[in-house]
């Protein structure tokens, strides 16, 4: 049985977070990942959404926890308010596509003007080398630990599992770390793919 004593506080542990400890994150992720899920399972009723949530909240977790503040709430509260949030959103992000996708099937295709996959733009090699070079830089940029666990994904086609055993870490951190640095590689490569307008 763990003693309570030599077992770090939730709040202590969002401090921490704040000044950068991954490994703070990992168990904050370790205690109340469940919960999270749970939460964000009952509002979307679709697991691979829920599992989103619950790694976009701990992502925002890591972002704000300079933010969070004890005297207005609890770790679990704050953690819990954000994955709700977070489902709340998808929600009505899914309402709004499907009324766009609904409103597009109902006009007239025969309008549309016609689309040719076997035309090659004149500097399409120069842009796809373009686009290697920032893949390469936004990786770089990576701290050691995100890009490490992120080439061993996918280099070497390990699971999250697989990934945690190999490098003796909790598989929360690990998590944690894939979904921090995807993000960053999101944000550095925005501007050469763009994601969709819905």
């Keep these: 049985m763990t003693d309570p004593s030599t077992t770090p506080r939730d709040a202590d542990l969002v401090l921490r977070m704040a000044r950068g400890d991954e490994a703070?994150?990992?168990t904050l992720y370790d205690r109340f990942g469940g919960v999270l899920y749970a939460v964000a399972f009952r509002v979307l009723g679709e697991k691979a959404d829920a599992e989103e949530v619950v790694f976009e909240a701990f992502a925002q977790a890591w972002r704000d926890a300079g933010r969070f503040d004890p005297a207005r709430g609890s770790a679990a509260a704050w953690l819990t308010m954000m994955a709700r949030s977070r489902a709340l959103d998808l929600v009505r992000s899914q309402s709004r596509r499907a009324r766009i996708t609904d409103t597009a099937a109902r006009e007239d295709s025969s309008t549309a003007p016609g689309m040719s996959g076997g035309f090659t733009a004149p500097g399409s090699a120069l842009e796809a080398d373009e686009r290697r070079r920032?893949?390469?830089?936004a990786l770089e940029s990576l701290a050691p630990p995100q890009r490490q666990a992120i080439e061993l994904?996918?280099?070497e086609g390990l699971s999250?599992?697989?990934?945690a055993a190999r490098l003796q870490e909790p598989l929360g951190t690990i998590k944690t770390r894939m979904r921090l640095g995807m993000?960053?590689?999101?944000?550095?490569?925005?501007?050469?793919?763009f994601e969709g307008a819905v």
């Design 160 to 163: 999250q599992s697989e990934i």
């Design 134 to 137: 920032a893949v390469r830089q």
């Design 24 to 26: 703070a994150l990992g």
């Design 183 to 193: 993000q960053k590689l999101r944000d550095a490569l925005r501007p050469y793919y």
């Design 153 to 155: 994904a996918y280099y």
